[in-house]
């Protein structure tokens, strides 16, 4: 019980400096204070591309390999404790991710698309 319980405790650890991390390198992308509504912005698809779904796709196989391990421990013992600690990561990475699509989206304000419009017809 005790190697389990350092195991976990190290899995959550490298989870939550994930999460920051995720975090930190996402921050780049989001919309500025006072820019809300204007077009434009830092969004860069290659930083993106090649920084954050890297990122993501190392802890989702991470997680993966380790609810593959948890489902199959042999085991009762802690198994149930384990699953509930992996859906309780499962959800802050979901939470992580939802904030940040929430400080990077970008609505244009209508104003923007309006004069475009005006200045084609004139």
Known sequence: MHVLLHRSSLWVFVNVAGIATYLKLASALW?????EGTPGGPGDAFYWLFYIVPLLIAFLILNSVALFFIVRRPQA???????NLWRIVAVLWLATVAFD???SFRAIDSKYGVEVLVERDA
């Not at 919309?31 to 820019?35: H, I, K, L």
């Not at 013992?77 to 699953?83: I, R, V």
């Open 101 to 103: 699509h929430h400080k």
């Open 77 to 83: 013992t802690g198994k149930k404790l384990a699953l």
């Open 31 to 35: 919309v500025f204070p006072g820019e």
